[in-house]
């Protein structure tokens, strides 16, 4: 199995099965995020503690296998995080998939390198990207819903 093969299986998997999938019972911070191109929806909810940690998170919408998997990716990138890591990751996913410049400190994205191979299809760059654009949204506190527009 090559390397794209098995991306395709992760995608695939938690599109299908996606990870923290439904509301937070307890949570302080959401957003609605949508992509208009390919019709992706999506609610985030984060519950962050007086630390800044990212205590619990999760998602609920419809939509593509890449905005599913994308999001549910990212629920399990950031559980247990602090909010400045998961700004850093966000930038640094950012610049992978949208070829942009790298932040000054980029992390490793781990498990969610899988998704970086949306940059090869321009169409689809937004539905992975819906995710934490929506997840800035949750985390700024905006009261307007998340656009990849
Ligand atoms: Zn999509």
Known sequence: MDLRELYQEVIVDHGRRPRNFGKLSDFNRSADGFNPLCGDKLKVYVNVDAEDVITDISFEGVGCAISQASASLMTEALKGKKIAHA?????????????EAAPPQAVDLGKLAVLTGVKDYPSRIKCATLAWHTLHAALAGSNQPASTE
Do not use: N
């Open 87 to 99: 700004e850093l990751l966000a930038q640094s996913f950012r610049s992978v998939v949208m070829e």
